[in-house]
């Protein structure tokens, strides 16, 4: 049976443990963003026992503000990198599993540079995938939006990016829906995908709206990954849409 879990940046704004109870109240599965007060770094310490005493399993996203696994300055990318491994070496010592981590963007200043990004973030994934082995985490790459400066935003691409490495997916239905790009991920990475994440959108921009309040087809996205028994994570705006979007997941998993 598939886990239904919820994630959102919202909730960093938060302490752990005031919006714990809130959270564990409607999911038995949280994925933690890595942002301001969820930093996985400074809750691992006390984290022993969390999972247990509120009934819940944990996964984590890492950090997006400062990151970029593209970066074209070696002393930025490397920055990135280390921040990347601290999470996961928190993510061990919290008995999670799965750090899902994006691609990279290309130059915001710069044009034609893409070619050169997504090469840097080849030698990006090549380090995440040794160290996730040593570490026991398993690390999944997300698809991303379409947006001229995300790189993964086609399943060829995020192919390319994650070639030569045993890294895992993790399919974003939503940002493949803005991309035409939910068939064609499914078909490139199939038992690849080790993590799926849930919000709907207009087709257009990444919106992250509760499932039935844009446009993408769950119901066919969902049907041909009738062989995935891994977990659904919603990607909400809050936990209330959250819950709407839970409810509406459960009827086409059922």
């Known amino acids: 049976m598939n886990v239904i879990g919820v994630s959102c940046p919202g909730f960093c704004s938060v302490p752990f443990e ?3 109870p809130k959270v564990s109240k409607e999911f038995r599965h949280w994925e933690i963003f890595s942002e301001a007060d969820h930093a996985v770094q400074g ?3 006390g984290f022993a ?11 984590i996203h890492a950090s997006i503000a400062d990151t970029n696994g593209a970066a074209l300055n070696l002393r930025m990318r490397e920055a990135a990198v280390l921040e990347f491994m601290s999470e996961m070496e928190a993510a061990r010592d919290m008995g999670v599993d799965t750090l899902t981590v994006h691609p990279g963007i290309t130059s915001l200043s710069v044009p034609d ?9 080849k030698e990006t994934m090549r380090v995440l995938d040794r160290a996730g082995r040593e570490l026991g985490v398993t690390v999944c790459i997300e698809n991303m939006p379409k947006l001229p400066v995300m790189l993964g935003t086609s399943a060829s691409e995020l192919a390319e990016i994650i070639s030569g490495t045993d890294l895992s997916v993790c399919f974003d239905i939503g940002h493949a829906h803005t991309a035409g790009q939910i068939d064609a991920m499914i078909d490139v990475f199939g038992d690849r995908i080790a993590n799926v994440h849930i919000h ?6 990444d919106e992250h709206l509760a499932i039935g309040e844009g446009t993408a087809d769950f119901a066919h996205a969902i049907g041909r990954l009738r062989g995935y028994s891994g977990r ?5 705006r809050d936990l209330e849409s959250a819950v ?3 409810k509406a997941l459960e009827g086409h998993l059922a």
Do not use: C, Q, W
């Open 18 to 20: 005031e919006i714990l």
């Open 43 to 45: 809750l691992a310490p």
């Open 49 to 59: 026992g969390v999972g247990d005493h509120a009934g819940m399993t944990f996964s």
């Open 113 to 121: 540079t893409r070619d050169r990004s997504i090469a840097a973030a």
């Open 200 to 205: 709907d959108n207009m087709g257009e921009k």
């Open 232 to 236: 659904y994570v919603i990607e909400s």
């Open 244 to 246: 709407r979007s839970r």
